[in-house]
């Protein structure tokens, strides 16, 4: 599976560049002073079936964030994969999912040790995270809705929904927990997790596997 985070969406009558065939044109505010609500989309797909999971969170990219849309698509499609005790994720080195981020390190843990599922981070290097095929998805998803004004949550979240990747419909979720920013785990509790990461000799920082007890 691979899964990033894409930039924070903008919600107002805001022009994206895009383009649309249209008898006449959309007006939009060509300054993004103002704008009614953010969303921050994260998403899953299964790189194997193509189906793609979106998840629209109204506060901040954090590992908690990251982590509970995980265990949410894995409580959802669990029924799909009985015979699965891997996951292997491709992702980036971004802030809220580092081999490091102490708070992402607790989250999956207990994310593993709940599912007892193994649980394997690729990580792509810095400036390649373009070649995680997830990346693929948030550029159809731009081409799709940029000609449309966004004005609303809710429209936002349908022409998310209306979009196709490889003739699939993603399905898409509004997580409305808010999310605190800055959350770390002490040094000395932190321990505890990190005996369950498993680091490659090679690339320590890239490949982590993550074993239940």
């Known amino acids: 599976m691979s899964i990033d985070c894409k930039a924070k969406v903008k919600i107002g009558p805001l022009s994206r560049q895009g ?10 505010d060509d300054h993004d002073d103002h704008w009614d609500a953010v969303l921050v989309p994260f998403g899953i797909l299964n790189v194997a079936s193509g189906q793609l999971s979106l998840y629209f969170g109204q506060s901040a990219e954090t590992s908690d964030f990251i982590v509970d849309c995980l265990s949410h698509w ?21 802030s809220a999912v580092r081999s ?3 708070q992402f390190i607790k989250r999956l843990v207990q994310f593993v040790q709940t599912t007892r599922l193994r649980v394997r ?4 290097p810095p400036y390649h995270s373009k070649y995680n095929p997830i990346e693929r998805c948030w550029a159809a998803l731009e081409n799709y809705w940029n000609g449309a004004l ?18 699939v419909y993603p399905l898409v ?7 605190p920013k800055h959350v770390s785990v002490p040094k000395d509790e932190l321990a505890e997790y990190e005996q369950h990461w498993q680091r490659s000799e090679i690339l320590p920082k890239w ?7």
């Open 150 to 167: 966004l004005n609303t949550i809710e429209d936002a979240l349908g022409w998310a929904a209306n979009m196709r990747w490889k003739g």
């Open 121 to 124: 981070l690729i990580y792509y």
């Open 100 to 102: 490091n981020r102490t």
């Open 74 to 94: 894995w409580q959802a499609h669990q029924n799909q994969y009985p015979d699965i005790r891997e996951l292997a994720i491709d992702l980036d080195g971004g």
């Open 19 to 28: 383009k649309a065939r249209r008898l006449e044109a959309l007006q939009a």
């Open 207 to 213: 490949d982590v596997t993550i074993a239940p007890s």
């Open 173 to 179: 979720h509004l997580v409305e927990q808010f999310y």
